[in-house]
């Protein structure tokens, strides 16, 4: 066993959580057969049961289209509520895993397994621990 | 008699210069914060200068330096007071302390702390000063000096890299098989620019970048030692060791520039070749070619000037044919042009750089116009030559490569 693979073994308890935020096109969706669109459900549905069997997932969900979201901000104690998105982008955030890995090449190589980073983009961001 | 306070200092300096990137590698891997681990060090270092005068050298002093900077890397945690999930990061290195603690070696992380440094995660341009800074030592005024960039710019760079390889987790360990051809590229992409950094001073008036050209070369020998199976390690050591090889030869007793094929054979260090020679020749027998491997081969050719007679010109052009389609580079399809000029001539050697014309990157590109104007003076195009020269003159910076091509320009006649 090598030293670096001892040291992992050994970081165990030290794992790193990490939220994977995935960016892809909604208007992919609206264009895709009903077939199309059940046979990517179904990559995300594998991919989630991946990540159980590994024991590194800790949540995930998929978000409802960016026409459903609201915008909240506070400003002189009055609340402003935007009927849209907080930004305007060609790639919408379109749901969310968070995983727990020793360490951030572990999250990259999930977050290449996810069906979105091919046909959007997968966004890696450490979680800060309280 | 050398006071005791001297042969402490004389020993510890002995122990940074021989161990300095091993004790952070081994501190950084387990404590994943390589700014905390070398702050640490640097303290260890600080207190055995003062200690061991009265209590002597230990027998082991990196053992020493270790638990000294362990020490540090605790109290440093509990004034921050931030992290207690850290804590078990700092419990494993006293633990791991102890049990190495009767052995005099311990492990080498330098490899895993160098890929930490060139992780695709790490700006590109900071890997180079990076893997400088931590596995040898260097501060940052004295890199931003060779890499051309105010200290404090240089500084920030770095404070910010490492912050980000300890918050994002960026693991020190040498990749998996799948990804180690790409990594490893990165790494010996980093310790190039580092060798080009110190090569691109041949006057070596500059010390600061002299001695980048041979701790590149040093840090090259450690990657081909530690990873003896990857021919691209071997390749970058022999491609570093020819052009070291030339380094005095570039320049006249006068101070001229000399290109590569007017070059005194005489002044080339052969001890240098030979062991390029040897490693290239090693590399070769995994039989997978790579970028390095292909540019030391091109040296190599060259080379063969020291049996007599000329450079592998036909060897050359199929070196730089591989190389075109590797990295489709500019770079590589100029001297590509210059080879087969050599073999075909120089009609065939323009016809080759007419082809690159449209590139807008070569339009300020110094060698570009400088082959371009010795191949059209020697097709007897004086005139052509002649604008290609003043072309070339006015984009070079360094005034003996510039009083070199203004002597070719007025020998066109």
Known sequence: ?130 | MASGGETARAAAEAVARRSYGKLVAFLASRSRDVAASEDALADAFASAVATWPETGVPDNPEAWLLKAARRRLIDARRRRKTADDAEPHVRLIAEELDSHAMDIRFPDERLGLMFACAHPAIDPAVRAPLILQTILGFDAAAIASAFLVSPTTMGQRLVRAKTRIREAGIPFRVPDPADLPERLGAVLDAIYAAFAEGWSDPAGTEARRRNLAEEAIWLGRLVATLLPDEPEAQGLLALMLHAEARRSARRSSQGDYVPLAEQDIVQWNHAMIDEAEALLHHASRRGIAGRYQLEAAVQSAHSIRRRGGDADWSAIVSLYDALMTMTESPVVAINRAVAIAEVEGAEAGLAALDTLADDPRLRDYQPYWAARAGLLARTNNASAADEAYEHAIGLESDPVVRRFLQQRRSALG
């Open chain 1, 1 to 130: 066993m090598s030293a670096a693979h001892e040291a992992r073994l050994k970081l165990k308890g030290t794992d790193m959580k990490y939220m994977l935020l995935i960016h892809t096109r909604e208007s992919d969706y609206a264009e895709m057969s009903k077939a199309e669109g059940e046979k990517r459900t179904g990559a995300y549905m594998a991919y989630a049961q991946a990540m159980q069997k590994a024991g590194v997932i800790r949540a995930g969900d998929r978000l409802k289209p960016v026409s459903t979201a609201s915008t909240v901000r506070v400003s002189n104690g009055k609340t402003k509520v935007l009927d849209g998105p907080y930004a305007e982008t060609k790639e919408q955030l379109g749901g969310y895993f968070i995983i727990e890995v020793p360490d951030l090449d572990e999250a990259l190589s999930w977050a290449a397994k996810c069906p979105g980073a091919s046909h959007g983009a997968i966004e890696v961001r450490p979680i800060w621990e309280m």
